[in-house]
C-alpha cells in the first residue's frame, strides 16, 4: 500500500525527556510537513522539507528539532525545551509540482506524564 | 495567504445535500480553495480545490461564486461517516512550500 505512516500512534513523555515521532512516506513525494493539533483547534506548522538534508522552520518551531536524510522519512523530535508538549502531532507530504495537494499521516498523540 | 471565515458547526440529515459556506473576501487572483476534513483523532483528508470554476470528484462538489469571495463545498448525499471538521483555506500554491494553515473549521454532524 502506498501512504503515510506515523509511529506510534500513541507516545508518552517524561518531564525533561526528548522523544521522536516518527514519519515515513512510499509515496515518492518530495515534500514533508509536521503539524501539531490541540484541542479543538486547527494546524499549526512546525517544520517542514522540500528535498533531502534540508528543512525550514514553521510558525511554531521552537523546543522541536527534525532531519531529513531520506526522502522517505521526517522524524520529529520533541526536546525537553519545549515547555507544553501534550498534542495531536500530524505528518504531511506532498508531490512536487505547484498544484499538488498534501496528504497526511494518520498522527501521533504525545501525553507528558 | 487570505484569511478565511467558517461556521463552527452545522448538522445535517443523513441522505441529505451538506452544504458548508466558506468566506474567504480578501482573496487575490491567484490563490486556490482547498477543502480538507477530520474525522475525529484522524489526520486530515484533501477532499476538493479549486482557482475559479466549480469542481466536482468523486468525494464533492464545490462551488465558487464568481467574483470568488465566497464557496460552498457540497456533500450531495451526507452519510453519518460523513460526520467530521471540515477545513477551507485559501491558499497560492507553491508558496513557501505550500505547507497549510488551517483554522478552526465547521463542525459538520450528520444525523440519522
Known amino acids: 500500500d502506498g501512504g503515510i505512516t506515523q509511529s506510534p500512534k500513541y507516545l508518552f513523555r517524561k518531564e525533561g525527556q526528548n522523544v521522536t515521532l516518527s514519519c515515513e512516506q512510499n509515496?515518492?513525494?518530495?515534500?514533508m510537513y509536521w503539524y501539531r493539533q490541540d484541542p479543538g483547534q486547527g494546524l499549526r506548522l512546525i517544520y517542514y522539507?522540500?528535498?533531502?538534508?534540508?528543512?525550514q522552520k514553521g510558525d511554531i518551531a521552537e523546543g522541536y528539532s527534525v532531519s531529513r536524510e531520506k526522502k522517505e522519512s521526517f522524524p520529529l523530535t520533541v526536546t525537553s525545551a519545549q515547555k507544553n508538549p501534550t498534542a495531536f502531532y500530524l505528518c504531511?507530504?506532498?508531490?512536487?509540482?505547484?498544484?499538488?495537494?498534501?496528504?497526511f499521516g494518520p498522527g501521533t498523540r504525545l501525553l507528558v506524564l | 495567504d487570505a484569511k478565511t471565515t467558517q461556521p463552527p458547526s452545522m448538522d445535517c440529515a443523513e441522505g441529505r445535500a451538506a452544504n458548508l459556506p466558506c468566506n474567504h473576501s480578501?482573496?487575490?487572483?491567484?490563490?486556490?480553495v482547498y477543502w480538507y476534513r477530520q474525522i475525529h483523532s484522524q489526520g486530515p483528508q484533501y477532499i476538493i480545490h479549486?482557482?475559479?470554476n466549480n469542481e466536482t470528484n468523486e468525494m464533492a462538489s464545490l462551488i465558487i461564486t464568481e467574483d470568488r469571495k465566497s464557496s460552498t463545498l457540497i456533500l450531495p448525499h451526507a452519510t453519518l461517516r460523513d460526520t467530521a471538521v471540515y477545513y477551507c483555506?485559501?491558499?497560492?500554491?507553491?508558496?513557501?512550500?505550500?505547507?497549510?494553515?488551517f483554522g478552526g473549521g465547521t463542525r459538520l454532524m450528520v444525523k440519522p
Open positions: 483555506i485559501v491558499r497560492v500554491p507553491g508558496n513557501a512550500g505550500n505547507m497549510l494553515t
Open positions: 509515496l515518492n513525494h518530495d515534500a
Open positions: 480578501t482573496i487575490s487572483g491567484n490563490e486556490y
Open positions: 479549486g482557482l475559479k
Open positions: 522539507s522540500q528535498i533531502v538534508n534540508d528543512f
Open positions: 504531511a507530504s506532498k508531490a512536487s509540482g505547484v498544484r499538488e495537494t498534501q496528504y
